[in-house]
């Protein structure tokens, strides 16, 4: 149901424009721009990976069509926190332009850093912490700590001279976080005091009831399981989530045992996490995964990334017995992370597959190692009574987390018309206090398959489908245009389709009578030609196999 | 990882012989073979549905190789309840030999017969109760009232002279069940007493500590949803859940609404159960769809299909615009079912859509509107007591769900080495209180599309999954097998490759040379030309755009 186009007017001077390019109505690929004077301030440019409808796509990023042609208008990218659904896209960025200024924090900057390497991009960067104010043109900014599954996150206060925008990023409201960073509530009541015109707060969790637990509770969990494991321990995560695997060291050392980490993207990240304070390693507890075989099976801890049932990630690998480390009996593996909706067919594979084998599997369902890094509803209400915002645009969610986001800041008092609900390409501008919704722009997906960006479109994810449920028949005939007499072929070849190629016999005859009946008929042109085999053999297939394989039939001259 | 093939020993007369067929390591298709004396007893024939690695294939039917020759050793099949797990494959059984018998309860005898009638075949049947006792050929049956989420299900005593079987088929323990019909601990106690040599229970919630909640508890959230919406009410749930919908239309009348059914399973099913007695329609409550236009919308509840997502479903069409219901603001859309592992992206797209028409939706995540239809770890715990059984085969599950199960089993006091983690195929002989594994088959997918069965292989899968992530390119090109000269084309195509066939223009060159040099190397041959067409092709797309799609080539000779 995509909204319908409505071009926005000019903007006038002063006039603050808010145009959300990605995260509205989906989780992933966060992308906002503000626009004023002329100049154009980004916050995050992230990624969505695809789902199933989604075939061989790698990555999907956001539609910068409105802001293609205006690269040299933009003043900064702000960038809140280090996951990739808030800075996977930024290498797609650069590359058409870049010299455009990232800002960001300490742990922030350096793994975009280490991505745009990859990239072979050298990115011009500010960094920034809490309680810091930088001017970026027309935008005065003020950054304020959140806490989030990632360390190092900020939020971002944007004080224009047509009002001042609160933008989140990701947050949770962790009374007891493991590294003492409170999302500064103090910052947004003095915000709320000064008056913050929109509010543009993280929806993810907006509707889960109550209070998301503490990560702190989750420690104990794991250093009991680790206590009474008999061998190896494998604990599955995200490659970005430094306090998790914090707890994973301090769990280890406490039962005496070494960690090994695995994974080019969990030894990268932890590695800068580490150089930069962000995770404590406990003395003599890490150890190179290439001399992890040498410590004794009871006194080790793997690592790894995986939690997700990605197929070519490592714990999927062990599930299939095609890792080294080869896991079985006496064996625990720890599913310490969320499950992603989507992924479940894919994480109970990998869960029945190591009870196979005789390994024990810790998960959420049956024991506290995960808690969420988003804010619940309870959370969301502290900070609408703290704020008091006058108007409210929720970002970063589905649909239904919008609207439950939109519906808690009503409860608060916030008046209905000042809660807006938007998609990606909705124009929003503010003015004296006022918001109004002047636009909605045609945004698509922009899709990453191989090293191509962009070139797939949703009528090649259609076929790709069709090609997935029913396979293709291809028909090859060259032909005497004159007569439609067949001169080479018909070749017949199908796959997916399941059937063996003699079945096609029957249906041969069919199509050379089809041709030279067309020809009489006054056919002359290869399309209709093309035409006549395809209704053939459609007609053909759906009657004797109830199936309906992509048809794909090639005439040519001879 | 399937189990290595080890044929087992010739049965000897008097020893009991067991086989599933199906339902173990999945939900679904569950069936199993029980030999004795050169006589087959089946309980029951299901069907599972496919996964996203599955695609184009409407269902999986176990694998009768086993017994595909000894169909006339049949005695009859016993069917536990009408749930399209237990009885769905029934159709493609009898159509090999249609006067097995079929051995059932009123309502599952019901529903099976509905479903043959669309085949066309009209069965011979049984119809039997809980208490009654049957004999046939050397197998003694006692037939044992149990609770599901669909009425009349039964559970079956397997009584022979090498040892008694106790078969559950589904079931779970509802202690204050809609129908006062309680799963019979009665007469599970008796035959305790007498003396169970094997059981063989329902595993589907083994890994969930605790009780399933009562039925009955959802009454009141529906009605008291019923009784605030402002609008119409649509309630999705399955088309065999009779008490679930009983709920329904106590709630509607409690509040002087109306129901109308809608979608064909729906209609037919409560239909049957109505005239049967299952279901009790209060008195001027139903109203047929095509009328309940003309019923004011706050008097009106629809109860539908389409609780899982299913594109083609009520509910479905309804998120979508797509059905002559147009929901909107004011509307409730109440999700009173589970959600199955893997329908996730699918359920939360069709709620999304509804939120964005402004319908509220009600579902598990967010009222208590659905409770499982499986005994979780705590009932099965009372059975193990109350039975306490010599041997343990659990049934239904993936092997997550066995493993618990057998691990309750055990935690009962029932020896580890007498409970048994079996596969599809496993061969388990029963002889003087004694259970042994003497043998694995080797047992496949049998895969239904459109009207094939069983022509599609795990092979033809993998070509839709390359298919779907990657897209094809056919060549076609026709040539003097002498000197490889090409006469007609090479012609390229692709579907779902998602370039323009332009780039084309860049490997067509290649082609001609590459067959030219095949020749000059003495390759005279069609296959070897097609592999030479392929490399080369192949060679490019991934240098050029790091992608895989499958290459088909074409070569013959003119």
Redesign the interface.
């Given at each position: 149901?995509p909204a319908t186009e409505l071009q926005p007017p000019a903007l006038q001077p002063g006039t603050l424009r808010v145009i959300p390019l990605g995260g509205l109505?989906e989780v992933g690929r966060n992308m906002t721009v503000y626009e004023l004077n002329g100049k154009l301030l980004i916050v995050d440019v992230g990624v969505l990976f695809p789902?199933?409808h989604q075939?061989?796509v790698d990555l999907i990023l956001p539609d910068i069509a409105p802001i293609r042609e205006r690269l040299d208008d933009i003043v900064g990218i702000v960038l809140t926190h280090g996951h990739e659904d808030h800075i996977g896209a930024v290498p797609y960025l650069l590359r058409l332009k870049n010299d455009i200024p990232l800002l960001g924090s300490t742990l922030t900057l350096a793994l975009v850093e280490a991505k745009l390497k990859e990239h072979r991009i050298k990115p011009y960067t500010l960094t920034v912490r809490e309680g810091q104010r930088e001017h970026l043109g027309p935008f005065g900014l003020e950054f304020v700590a959140v806490n989030h599954s990632i360390p190092d996150a900020l939020a971002v206060a944007i004080r224009t001279e047509a009002g001042m925008v609160l933008h989140t990023g990701d947050f949770k409201m962790d009374q007891l976080p493991l590294d003492d960073r409170l999302t500064d509530l103090r910052a947004f009541a003095r915000l709320g005091e000064e008056g913050v015109d929109l509010f543009l707060p993280d929806s993810t969790n907006a509707?889960i009831?109550g209070f998301t637990p503490l990560e702190k509770d989750i420690g104990p969990v794991l250093e009991a399981v680790i206590a009474k494991a008999p061998r190896r321990v494998i604990v599955a995560s995200f490659a970005s989530h430094v306090h998790r695997v914090q707890q994973v060291l301090d769990a280890a050392a406490a039962n005496g045992r070494r960690v090994a980490l695995i994974g080019r993207s969990m030894v990268r990240n932890m590695g800068i996490a580490a150089d930069l304070g962000f995770l404590k390693v406990p003395e003599g507890v890490l150890i190179d995964f290439k001399k992890a075989g040498d410590v004794p099976d009871d006194r080790i801890v793997y690592m790894s990334t995986g939690s997700q049932g990605e197929p070519m990630a490592v714990l999927s690998r062990m599930a299939n017995?095609d890792h080294q480390i080869e896991v079985g009996e006496g064996d625990t593996v720890i599913l310490a992370s969320s499950l992603i909706?989507?992924n479940?067919?894919a994480v109970?594979r990998v869960?029945?597959?190591l009870?196979?084998?005789g390994v024990k599997?810790v998960h959420k369902?049956?024991a506290k190692v995960h808690v969420s890094g988003h804010a619940a509803a309870g959370e969301l209400l502290y900070c609408y009574n703290i704020l008091k915002p006058r108007n409210v645009l929720p970002v970063h969610g589905?649909?239904?987390h919008l609207?439950a986001n939109a519906q808690l800041a009503i409860e608060t008092g916030i008046p209905a018309e000042n809660t807006f609900i938007a998609e990606n390409g909705t124009v929003l501008d503010l003015r004296d206090g006022v918001v109004r919704m002047v636009g909605q722009l045609d945004l698509g997906y922009v899709?990453v398959?191989?090293?191509?960006v962009g070139?797939?479109?949703d009528a090649?994810?259609k076929?790709?489908?069709i090609?997935?449920?029913?396979?293709?028949i291809?028909i090859?005939v060259?032909i005497d245009p004159q007569n439609g007499r067949a001169i080479?072929?018909p070749?017949i070849?199908s796959?997916?389709?399941?059937?063996?190629d003699s079945v096609f016999d029957a249906v041969r005859p069919k199509i050379v009578k089809a041709l030279n009946e067309a020809a009489e008929n006054g056919v002359r042109d290869q399309h209709s030609y093309q035409q006549v085999v395809r209704r053939t053999v459609g007609r053909w297939v759906n009657t004797q196999?109830?199936?309906r394989p992509?048809i794909?039939p090639?005439v040519?001259e001879?």
């Open positions: 149901m109505g789902e199933e075939p061989g509707d009831p017995g909706p989507g479940e067919n109970y869960i029945d597959n009870t196979r084998l599997v369902a049956n589905e649909f239904r609207t899709y398959d191989g090293s191509s070139t797939i479109t090649d994810l076929d790709r489908r090609l997935a449920e029913e396979g293709f291809s090859f060259a080479v072929g070749e070849h796959r997916g389709f399941a059937e063996d196999h109830r199936r992509m794909v090639v040519i001879a």
